[in-house]
Nanobody
Framework: VQLQASGGGLVQAGGSLRLSCAASRRTFSGYAMGWFRQAPGKEREFVAA????????HYTDSVKGRFTISRDNAKSTMYLQMDSLKPDDTAVYFC????????????????WGQGTLVTVSS
């Protein structure tokens, strides 16, 4: 599975961005999908994940109520709607595919996109 993330950019604090992750395979719905982020000098951290059908989601505490993960299996695409952005959200955001939406550990994800940079100014 090849994944390509897009939608990053520069936004002021309190603003919104929507990230997209396009997948190459028709079996997209067979994979749980997740978003991770990595800030400069920090380890890659889990942000959110969604089950193959889209019925179940999982978020890290720091983004609950602000970020929404979703997917459109007909388009083989996953999204991350980010609202009320904070400077601490600044990072490179990666999308990834796994076999279980409850996974939060990067090594459990099988396929990765190249990342898209999100910068939130104060």
């Amino acid at each position: 599975v090849q994944l390509q993330a897009s939608g990053g950019g520069l936004v002021q604090a309190g603003g919104s961005l929507r990230l997209s992750c396009a997948a190459s395979r028709r079996t997209f719905s067979g994979y749980a999908m997740g978003w991770f982020r990595q800030a400069p000098g920090k380890e890659r951290e889990f942000v959110a994940a969604i089950s193959g059908t889209g019925a179940n989601t999982h978020y890290t505490d720091s983004v609950k109520g602000r970020f929404t993960i979703s997917r459109d299996n007909a388009k083989s695409t996953m999204y991350l709607q980010m609202d009320s952005l904070k400077p601490d959200d600044t990072a490179v955001y990666f999308c990834a595919a796994s076999l279980n939406y409850l996974y939060t550990d990067p090594p459990k994800y099988l396929y990765w996109g190249q990342g898209t940079l999100v910068t939130v100014s104060s």
